[in-house]
Nanobody, 118 residues
Framework: QVQFVESGGGLVQPGGSLRLSCATS????????MGWYRQAPGKQRELVAA???????NYEDSVKGRFTISRDNAKNTVYLQMNNMKPEDTANYYC????????????WGQGTQVTVSS
């Protein structure tokens, strides 16, 4: 069973920063691109950022220039550095394998809650 373990969330003031981490199995990490997703209350889960096995990245428009996704292939871990955070970034953040054009096929982890508030 594939598992994703997210961590690093918390409460941060507007303009602040957080760094999220997600660990998974080496098999998944070696095969797939990885993505960070988020789901705010009452909204659908959305893709925030993705990184390929070789480090190419893409971002949802609202986070471009503020968030940076990266991966450490030796640690089977993907990161999301979030800077200049805004209240609208408040959500539960999840990682999963990213397959362009189709929804993630693996079960979701618990996610990590991010709250941006003064």
């Amino acid at each position: 069973q594939v598992q994703f373990v997210e961590s690093g969330g918390g409460l941060v003031q507007p303009g602040g920063s957080l760094r999220l981490s997600c660990a998974t199995s080496g098999t998944i990490f070696s095969i797939y691109s990885m993505g960070w997703y988020r789901q705010a209350p009452g909204k659908q889960r959305e893709l925030v950022a993705a990184v390929t096995k070789v480090g190419s990245t893409n971002y949802e428009d609202s986070v471009k220039g503020r968030f940076t996704i990266s991966r450490d292939n030796a640690k089977n871990t993907v990161y999301l550095q979030m800077n200049n955070m805004k209240p609208e970034d408040t959500a539960n953040y999840y990682c999963n394998a990213h397959l362009p054009g189709i929804p993630p096929v693996f079960d979701w982890g618990q996610g990590t809650q991010v709250t941006v508030s003064s």
